[in-house]
């Protein structure tokens, strides 16, 4: 496994023996990345001073080259002093890959990434325009760091145990903007969200496919406050944000609910404490995960020709507002894409028996504020301690009747969601318990999907005065955390490019102190230390005859060194995410 990752890394880069590879534990797309039926560089480019400048190409299928299976590598050198930045890859209008960058270090990083984009063959196999928007900043001597990226495609003519069907078109719900050489993400709440559109009459199958981050305020959502307490600490006024803890994400259909996400926390390469997610970055950090709806129940409804509004929208928790549903804040990234497949024996589907029932979020919600009074009997609030959980249930079914056919089509999700969170000092001291969980199931598989996100997280700041410039403050983090999913996805079902349920189980562990200097981006030498271990086991179908069935990569990480990592064609037990040790200065609940 290590050859084949680092006959990549050669093939793409000329790297110094200096330079640190950094990596995410993820099960490889594919079994081997040897003898693909053709290949190409897609671009190279470098991104400095590039907000608002995203490199445009473009791309075209690989001339006389037959192929099912495409699996994008994506290579990345930087050096210096830079933050994490966000970047999307875009076909045209629709969005194929969220990804961000790892924090480089001054004799330079790299990572490479590989993603399998085969449920995108109807776009691979016609000419796009490509964009990659890679927003960064060089400032002087102070933000040193250019991304220095590379980006290739390896195609592949593999046999599918059930038959290649790839969608017969792929619609974007986006802004529409790559005619204007930029990226068509929604903005949220600030932009509408929505896009209408008319879909073929013999549709039989249909998907919707959503990606979503905060950004800002937003970014480590799960770490906010209920706005009332955003001002609970005035003598730290604007370190705590607002609009809570929750966010769902939400697919409407002309104005009616047809799915929900609540979504994975993700922790940048920058969150909490830069000096934690090197060399190895947080799960997800790469791929940033997309969540489906399957719409097909509503077909009845979307193949009569006319035309319909698909909205995505980002909501919160509000105590006070009407279901307890209130706004969240700027800015939300979000895109997504309608996957269509068609019955060419027909001209139009027929639906009937159409129900949909959706139970409104039901929270509950309680909170204590610890105070202090002084010898002049002023009170001051010394704590803050909340809890906030959240459940909801959506079940959507239809009898499409295709031809001599008919079959019942369902979509449902069964959704929980905790979160604890205690802080004291100002909030310079915060712990953080969250469980997110949940199930769901498609008219495609008949399968039922689950997937648990535990995250366990302990920060304490210590911040000095603000004119400090050698070591103005430093940050205790403790995270342990795991992503568990046993599913399917109901694109690759459809595609054929998944066979049957595949489990995936990820757990890291870290503990680290790190000490910035004037930058925030850089730790001082000599005070930062770091632990940190990642467990990763797979099993899948081999839907293809190059498919993974099963992988495992455990790594160990101290102070920007891998101590151990080994991987294999085969799973490993993965401890529990346990509650995190104590430690001094932590709150008491």
Known sequence: MKILHVALVLACCRLSQSVLEVFQAAPPPRATFDEPACRQVLFEHSFGNSYGAPYVGAYSPPGGCNFTTAIFNLSVVSSGRQYDRLATLWLGDIEVWRTSTAMPIQSGIHWSYQKDMTIWYPMLTQSQKIIFDLGNLIDGDRYTGYFNVTLEALYYNDQYKAGFRPASYIYPISTLSSSNNTTSLFSLPGDSGSVNLTLPRNVKNAVVSVTASGNGEEEFWFTNVPTEYVHTFPGNDGWLYGYSPFREVQVF??????????????????????????????????????FEVDITPWLGLLTDGQNHTIQLRVVGFDASAEGSIGPVGENWWVSGSIFVWLDDTVEQIVARDFRSEVTAAAFDFHSVVGTAIDESGTATNTSLYFALTASRNISISSTIISGNTTREVAWSQNLSFSNIQNMTDLAFNQSLSMVTSGSQSDSASGIISHYTYPLNLFSAYDVVSSGATTNPGSVLCLVDRSKLTDGISTISIL??????????????????????????????????????????????????????????????????????DEQGWGQIPVPDTTSLPPVDGEPII
């Open 253 to 290: 259909i002309d104005g009616q609910l047809a799915g929900v996400s609540w979504p994975f926390p993700i922790l940048f390469t920058g969150g909490v404490d830069p000096g934690a997610w090197r060399p190895i970055v947080g799960i997800d950090a790469f791929e940033l995960p997309s």
């Open 495 to 564: 595609t054929g490019t998944s066979v049957g349920s595949e489990s995936l189980t990820t757990r890291q562990n870290v503990t680290s102190n790190y000490h910035w200097n004037r930058t925030i981006v850089e730790g001082t030498e000599g005070l930062d230390t770091m632990d940190g271990e990642v467990w990763l086991s797979y099993s899948g179908s081999g839907a293809s005859n190059n498919g993974v069935v099963a992988y495992h990569r455990y790594a160990k990480e101290k102070n920007d060194s891998v101590l151990v």
